[in-house]
């Protein structure tokens, strides 16, 4: 091949490449993950963190997330985790922020301190969707 034509293949072949690039439909960059009717959690919180959150209730209270969130209008087989319209999701709301109240009051000193540590929903519920009391021993009354 003649030394004078490679310039003009190159030029045809990145003219060629910008006119394909041109065509495709623009990619659409990755949104950052938003949750939807936060009032409690923060309204900045990551998708793991609030995952968390979630599989936490899951646990303390044995339940799964359709306990709280309900299915979507348009298709029943997913959850519409914006909904309000379960009754227990408002509930838990209340308990976060009651919970929140009790740490903030008796357990403040020891923030981060894992010898003592914060009331959680696991602290009454223990699995289970009602909470579990018992009396100490000491206290029973016969």
């Given at each position: 091949m003649k030394s004078h034509l490679k310039p003009i293949l190159f030029i045809a072949a990145i003219?060629?490449?910008i006119s394909i690039a041109a065509t495709?439909?623009?990619q659409q960059q990755e949104q950052p993950y938003k949750a939807k009717n936060l009032k409690v959690l923060p309204k900045d919180i990551s998708?793991?963190?609030l995952e968390k959150v979630m599989h936490g209730f899951n646990d303390a209270l044995g339940v799964k997330c359709n306990h709280?969130?309900?299915?979507?209008?348009n298709n029943p087989k997913k959850l519409n985790?914006?909904?309000d319209e379960k009754e227990y999701k408002n509930a838990a709301r209340y308990m976060m922020k009651m919970t929140a109240k009790i740490?903030?009051?008796?357990?403040?000193?020891?923030?981060?301190d894992d010898d003592m540590p914060a009331i959680q929903c696991m602290t009454c519920h223990r699995g289970h969707e009602?909470?579990?009391?018992?009396?100490?021993?000491h206290r029973q009354e016969h």
């Open positions: 003219t060629s490449m495709l439909p623009p998708h793991d963190d709280c969130h309900a299915s979507d209008k985790f914006a909904s740490n903030a009051k008796y357990f403040k000193e020891h923030e981060g009602k909470p579990e009391f018992q009396m100490p021993e």
